[in-house]
């Protein structure tokens, strides 16, 4: 390694150089003649993670017996597409798989709230019909 400044060969641990007193920063320590080892050459973009698909996917089957077993089925795939993306080495290949297991996911909860909704609507159709009807007397039918 060599100075910026002067160009003087410097020790690794110095901080200035012991030839004119430059100050060393990590931009002075790098030789031009230096090469980068490959490693650091090569990036490589990070896996992404699915412990927050998989959370979702619990949530999704937990929820999904009110939305007629379908978020059961839903979760269910999503949980083994987040799994599979955990375990994937490919990070291209993993971002896929959470895509789609997200995908599920979302579709789980949309059909989880109109099921929801649809329940709440019955309900207030079912009030509304039979508010105005006399209750019903099982013993009323020998009266005729």
Do not use: R, W
Not at 17 to 43: F, V, W
């Amino acid at each position: 390694m060599s100075c910026a400044q002067c160009g003087q060969p410097i020790q690794q641990p110095a901080k200035f150089c012991p030839a004119c007193g430059y100050p060393l920063s990590t931009e002075s320590q790098i030789d031009s003649n230096d090469e980068m080892p490959e490693q650091l050459n090569q990036i490589t973009p990070a896996k992404p993670s699915a412990s927050g698909q998989i959370a979702f996917s619990v949530i999704n089957i937990v929820f999904g017996c009110l939305s007629y077993g379908v978020g059961i089925i839903l979760g269910l795939v999503a949980m083994i597409f987040a799994v599979v993306a955990s375990s994937a080495h490919d990070p291209s290949d993993a971002c896929g798989k959470l895509k789609t297991a997200k995908i599920l996911n979302i579709v789980g909860v949309v059909v989880l709230g109109l099921s929801i909704l649809l329940g709440i609507l019955f309900l207030v159709l079912q009030i509304a019909l039979f508010a105005n009807m006399p209750a019903f007397d099982p013993f009323d039918y020998y009266t005729y």
